[in-house]
């Protein structure tokens, strides 16, 4: 019955997306062909996923998901998005560190830092700035699809003036409408006071579908949210990253441990690697699926240790869930294509990747994670036949546990003449363009029946308890806002009546300077000896 309900629920999306594509085709594309880019029409087109959220984040509405999808379009081609570069955004912004992806919370979602104490109002660079933020979210919607962020606004040492209310809608659009479905939390930090009635505003322009996603939180209650590995010194947290430009800090990922260590070099792990298949044959079965994409890598050639490994594949990978979903990528295929699921038993520490080559050529290959002490992974860098595939073997070392903050990077590129190439040296040269990545994050199996059982308990409680809430938020954000125009406008006054005190005393004390040199010389002249005609 609920395999029935849910192909039922399955075939009704298909319609929506279908009705959606449909109506945007005849209502909003026949006379304004030049309303939108090119490549967002294409992907709209094409990208099932796309559709979806944009019908999900507005409830499955059909008429409400389409207004969103003109505004967002029209949004992406205003500013360029498509074309937005690194070489686009001005240098200073980068170097600055006002706002930088880095870290994960609890849940494993990416963080994305606002330093509000480094942001200034000025109407010259808004666009800038705007245009940097769209450069962040639409780097991490490529190396990320589906993944959502929370957004940490770190108040620490800001006033009014770093307050920028233009800006903050901004960025509350860009979530809202701009990219739906990319808002896991917004967490705002060591709030001042005087600062609740702004953000008590900028709660009502969420709108009910995320007004359960901001959050306040002291220096101890964020800690709740993010553990201390990933929170600054001055929150409390242990984490010892420092911002710095060049390069962009965003990518975690390490080379990971092989069996007995770092791999120092690739030659060095391909002479232990008939030792520790022996060993691998001793280990308890593990369950998992993962999800890889390729980047810089070091192999190791070696033709005569396939039959070698050959005898030890079937010990080496024994008690690993072979996964069911598969990426297509241009150089591999990568299973799983999204996650690889680790559980807290002995019997579920273990997932296997499988990677196959699609292309004519040989292909070298790299598997990197950002937490390298926790895991083994074998072969970590090799090399792979054209149509062959490789089976990788991820594993839980010792007593470690798998966090959905963990990642592992799938890298790949073509090898022109794979018979005398080094491999080191080849992923040191290797243009950047023709390496492939692919990105895999782990799922904790205990974890997520946790949050499926909690999710099916109250949902309905939840929603209703989120209407509610923002229904009273309507209410008061007129006085709110009120209160803060009011609030600014008299801050605004002061601030001109202090400037214009600060000019009068300044040519007070001129004045008065003048008048004390002018008594001195009338003094000097008065005492001074008067010669005899």
Same mark, same amino acid.
């Given at each position: 019955?609920?395999?029935?309900?849910? *192909?039922?629920?399955? !075939?009704?999306?298909? $319609? /929506?997306?279908?009705?959606?594509? &449909?109506?945007?085709?005849?209502?909003?594309?026949?006379?304004?062909?030049?309303?939108?880019?090119?490549?967002?029409?294409?992907?709209?087109?094409?990208?099932?996923?796309?559709?979806?959220?944009?019908?999900?984040?507005?409830?499955?509405?059909?008429?409400?998901?389409?207004?969103?999808?003109?505004?967002?379009?029209?949004?992406?081609?205003?500013?360029?998005?498509?074309?937005?570069?690194?070489?686009?955004?001005?240098?200073?912004?980068?170097?600055?560190?006002?706002?930088?992806?880095?870290?994960?919370?609890?849940?494993?979602?990416?963080?994305?830092?606002?330093?509000?104490?480094?942001?200034?109002?000025? @109407?010259?660079? +808004?666009?800038? /700035?705007?245009? %940097?933020?769209?450069?962040?979210?639409?780097? %991490?919607?490529?190396?990320?699809?589906?993944?959502?962020?929370?957004?940490?606004?770190?108040?620490?040492?800001?006033?009014?003036?770093?307050?920028?209310?233009?800006?903050?809608? %901004? +960025?509350?659009?860009?979530?809202?409408?701009?990219?739906?479905?990319?808002?896991? $939390?917004?967490?705002?930090?060591?709030?001042?006071?005087?600062?609740? @009635?702004?953000?008590?505003?900028?709660?009502?322009?969420?709108?009910?579908?995320?007004?359960?996603?901001?959050?306040?939180?002291?220096?101890?209650?964020? !800690?709740?949210? +993010?553990?201390?590995?990933?929170?600054?010194?001055?929150?409390?947290?242990?984490? #010892?990253?420092?911002?710095?430009?060049?390069?962009?800090?965003?990518?975690?990922? !390490?080379?990971?441990?092989?069996?007995?260590?770092?791999?120092?070099?690739?030659?060095? @792990?391909?002479? $232990?690697?008939?030792? +520790?298949?022996?060993?691998?044959?001793?280990?308890?079965?593990?369950?998992?699926?993962?999800?890889?994409?390729?980047? /810089?890598?070091?192999?190791?050639?070696?033709?005569?240790?396939?039959?070698?490994?050959? $005898?030890?594949?079937?010990?080496?990978? /024994?008690?690993?869930?072979?996964?069911?979903?598969?990426?297509?990528?241009?150089?591999?295929?990568?299973?799983?294509?999204?996650?690889?699921?680790?559980?807290?038993?002995?019997?579920?520490?273990?997932?296997?990747?499988?990677?196959?080559?699609?292309?004519?050529?040989?292909?070298?290959?790299?598997?990197?994670?950002? @937490?390298?002490?926790?895991?083994?992974?074998?072969?970590?860098?090799?090399?792979?036949?054209?149509?062959?595939?490789?089976?990788?073997?991820?594993?839980? *070392?010792?007593?470690?546990?798998?966090?959905?903050?963990?990642?592992?990077?799938?890298?790949?590129?073509?090898?022109?003449?794979?018979?005398?190439?080094?491999?080191? !040296?080849?992923?040191?040269?290797?243009?950047?363009?023709?390496?492939?990545?692919?990105?895999?994050?782990?799922?904790?199996?205990?974890?997520?029946?946790?949050? =499926?059982?909690?999710? =099916?308990?109250? #949902?309905?409680?939840?929603?209703?308890?989120?209407?509610?809430?923002?229904?009273?938020?309507?209410?008061?954000?007129?006085?709110?806002?009120?209160?803060?125009?009011?609030?600014?406008?008299?801050?605004?006054?002061?601030?001109?009546?202090?400037? =214009?005190?600060?000019?009068?005393?300044?040519?007070?004390?001129?004045?008065?300077?003048?008048?004390?040199?002018?008594?001195? &010389?009338?003094?000097?002249?008065?005492? =001074?000896?008067?010669?005899?005609?």
């Amino acid at each position: 019955m609920a395999e029935l309900e849910q *192909h039922e629920g399955a !075939q009704d999306l298909e $319609k /929506k997306i279908e009705e959606t594509r &449909l109506r945007f085709n005849n209502e909003f594309l026949q006379d304004s062909t030049d309303k939108y880019d090119s490549q967002d029409v294409e992907r709209l087109q094409k990208d099932d996923s796309l559709v979806e959220g944009y019908l999900q984040w507005r409830l499955y509405v059909v008429d409400d998901a389409l207004k969103m999808i003109d505004e967002s379009l029209q949004w992406r081609k205003e500013y360029g998005v498509n074309d937005i570069t690194e070489s686009t955004i001005p240098k200073w912004m980068f170097e600055i560190g006002a706002v930088y992806l880095h870290g994960y919370d609890k849940e494993g979602n990416k963080l994305f830092w606002f330093k509000v104490k480094l942001h200034v109002k000025d @109407a010259k660079t +808004i666009m800038d /700035k705007k245009k %940097y933020v769209a450069f962040w979210l639409e780097r %991490y919607a490529k190396k990320e699809p589906g993944m959502p962020l929370t957004v940490v606004f770190d108040m620490a040492e800001s006033g009014l003036g770093n307050i920028d209310m233009e800006f903050v809608k %901004y +960025i509350i659009n860009c979530f809202k409408v701009y990219y739906p479905k990319f808002l896991s $939390k917004m967490i705002i930090v060591d709030m001042p006071w005087i600062m609740n @009635a702004a953000w008590k505003i900028v709660k009502s322009w969420l709108g009910p579908e995320a007004i359960s996603k901001l959050k306040f939180a002291s220096r101890s209650e964020i !800690q709740g949210f +993010i553990g201390l590995e990933y929170l600054p010194a001055h929150m409390g947290g242990t984490d #010892p990253f420092k911002y710095s430009y060049p390069p962009l800090p965003d990518d975690d990922f !390490q080379t990971p441990t092989c069996e007995n260590g770092p791999i120092a070099d690739e030659d060095e @792990a391909e002479s $232990k690697e008939g030792e +520790i298949d022996s060993k691998d044959a001793l280990e308890s079965s593990f369950s998992s699926e993962i999800a890889v994409k390729p980047k /810089k890598v070091n192999f190791l050639e070696d033709s005569l240790r396939c039959e070698d490994n050959d $005898k030890g594949e079937s010990s080496r990978t /024994k008690g690993a869930r072979k996964p069911l979903t598969t990426f297509k990528g241009p150089l591999l295929d990568v299973s799983p294509a999204e996650e690889l699921c680790f559980g807290s038993a002995e019997t579920e520490k273990k997932c296997l990747i499988i990677l196959g080559n699609v292309t004519k050529n040989q292909l070298a290959f790299k598997v990197r994670t950002t @937490a390298p002490e926790k895991y083994r992974v074998k072969p970590s860098n090799s090399c792979c036949d054209p149509g062959a595939s490789v089976e990788i073997v991820v594993s839980l *070392h010792g007593g470690s546990q798998a966090s959905p903050q963990d990642r592992f990077l799938v890298m790949a590129a073509e090898m022109d003449n794979a018979g005398s190439q080094d491999l080191t !040296q080849f992923w040191k040269e290797v243009p950047k363009a023709k390496v492939m990545e692919h990105r895999l994050r782990c799922q904790v199996l205990e974890g997520a029946k946790q949050a =499926a059982s909690a999710l =099916a308990d109250g #949902p309905v409680e939840k929603g209703a308890a989120d209407q509610q809430e923002f229904s009273s938020a309507v209410l008061n954000d007129n006085l709110y806002f009120t209160s803060l125009m009011r609030l600014m406008t008299c801050s605004a006054r002061t601030e001109q009546k202090l400037n =214009a005190c600060l000019w009068v005393q300044k040519v007070l004390i001129g004045l008065v300077l003048l008048l004390v040199v002018l008594n001195l &010389l009338c003094l000097h002249l008065l005492m =001074a000896p008067q010669r005899p005609s």
